[in-house]
């Protein structure tokens, strides 16, 4: 029975035990008949030299030795130096594994298959990918990083180190006057500045000549480090952009805000954001044009006492102090520092407006240059109660109420758009 079942053609049994055209190998039995045990006994040789074959093969490739194949059937390698032949996979980028010889070995040999023509979209994901293996850390770069803060001192030194001469031509270091003006200066007048002295007050108005260049990268620094001060901001921001708005310039630009006081304004700022003793007043101050109803544009308030301090230096009204210290510089930025501190405190015990600012700034002209030391004072007594932790001239600011309207909507007046104020009484101009 078992031999009739094995050897019928039409039966059940054999017609379920029927296999497919080269189920055990290419070249054992015709095609369409069922290799008996015979048959399978023959094959069986030729199939081992194949499998011997790919085995040789797979060594040559790999330039290993038998213990490749432990490795290749899936079992765990004997030792970390036969992994290694696993592990320099790893280090393959994907374009190189088509090349590989041990991987077109096995593709060969398992579906005769060859490379084709490769998509753009995986010509892509190769590239992307190999650009990640071989991007390397960045040490030391300041690319992604905030600009750093600059000092004043370091900005001050950008501006002694570069060619000022076209600018230099343009200055005007002292008010000609002619006839009894220039007798009663002479008789009456504050005295003339010490000639070591000349060269540092040149520098001074030639920085007020220049404008703000946003090419430059000392330009820019000094302008985000005004900016991070004030705010308290750790970000960078844009040299053009609404923002500079909510500082107190009119626009967008604050280059358009320096007329009649250049770069010169923006150092003063400068100062008083950086220096420590002065960092307070300056947020004082900055807080207190954001109130509600006495809001004023900080900025712009700022570049007319810069407009007052250069007037003064050039009528020599601050000659008297800078030969005393026998300094320029540190006369003027003090003299800016006090007469801004002098400014804030008549607005906020006076109950200003900006209604009132062309008119509070003429004012503060006149007494500036009239006691430039007084105002000095004040600032040393301010700044020694502040160093000391007592409350400071301002007092406390409550801003309540609705919120200040923007700076570009409010009508403000500076020195320069009033009519000019006889100086009789004060320094003969």
């Not at 002619?178 to 003339?192: D, E, I, Q």
């Not at 358009?256 to 420590?276: E, I, P």
């Not at 301090?309 to 020599?316: F, G, M, N, T």
Request: charged share 20%; aromatic share 6%; net charge positive.
């Amino acid at each position: 029975m078992r031999g009739g079942a094995r050897g019928g053609g039409g039966g059940k049994a054999s017609g379920s035990r029927r296999a497919s055209p080269g189920a055990f190998g290419r070249g054992c039995g015709a095609p369409g008949m069922v290799p008996g045990q015979g048959e399978v006994e023959r094959c069986r040789p030729e199939r081992e030299l194949r499998l011997g074959r790919r085995r040789l093969r797979l060594r040559s490739a790999l330039g290993r030795g038998p213990e490749v194949e432990s490795v290749s059937a899936g079992n765990p390698p004997p030792n970390d130096k036969d992994s290694s032949a696993l592990l320099a996979f790893r280090g393959i980028p994907i374009s190189e594994l088509k090349n590989h010889s041990l991987l077109r070995a096995l593709t060969t040999e398992a579906n005769g298959w060859a490379p084709g023509v490769v998509s753009p979209e995986l010509l892509r994901a190769q590239e992307e990918w190999e650009a990640v293996q071989n991007i390397q850390p960045e040490t030391g770069s300041q690319t992604d990083q905030p600009a750093q803060l600059i000092s004043f001192s370091e900005a001050l030194q950008h501006f002694q180190t570069i060619d000022l001469s076209s600018f230099k031509k343009r200055i005007q270091p002292t008010i000609r006057r002619t006839g009894l003006a220039a007798l009663r200066h002479c008789l009456f007048g504050p005295p003339k500045l010490h000639r070591g002295l000349r060269e540092e007050r040149d520098l001074v108005l030639t920085i007020a000549q220049c404008g703000l260049d946003s090419q430059d990268p000392t330009h820019g620094r000094v302008l985000k480090t005004i900016y991070k001060k004030l705010t308290g901001s750790k970000f960078d921001c844009a040299l053009h952009g609404d923002h500079w708005e909510d500082l107190g310039f009119q626009g967008a630009n604050p280059a358009t805000d320096l007329r009649g006081a250049g770069f010169l304004a923006l150092l003063h700022l400068l100062y008083l954001v950086m220096d420590s003793k002065t960092l307070l007043m300056a947020q004082e101050i900055f807080r207190l044009s954001h109130h509600h109803i006495q809001q004023f544009p900080f900025c712009l308030m700022s570049v007319n006492i810069t407009r007052i301090a250069i007037q003064a230096l050039r009528e020599e009204c601050l000659s008297r102090e800078c030969n005393r210290q026998q300094k320029v510089i540190p006369v003027v930025n003090s003299f800016y520092a006090a007469t801004f501190l002098h400014l804030a405190h008549v607005w906020k015990t006076q109950q200003k407006t900006i209604a009132d600012s062309g008119f509070v700034l003429k004012d503060l002209e006149v007494l500036a240059k009239k006691s430039p030391r007084r105002l000095l004072k004040t600032l040393e007594i301010y700044l020694a109660g502040v160093s000391k932790g007592q409350t400071s001239l301002l007092g406390a600011q409550k801003c309540r109420g609705a919120p200040a309207p923007h700076s570009k909507d409010l009508t403000f007046t500076g020195v320069c758009d009033l009519p000019p104020h006889s100086s009789e009484g004060t320094w003969p101009v």
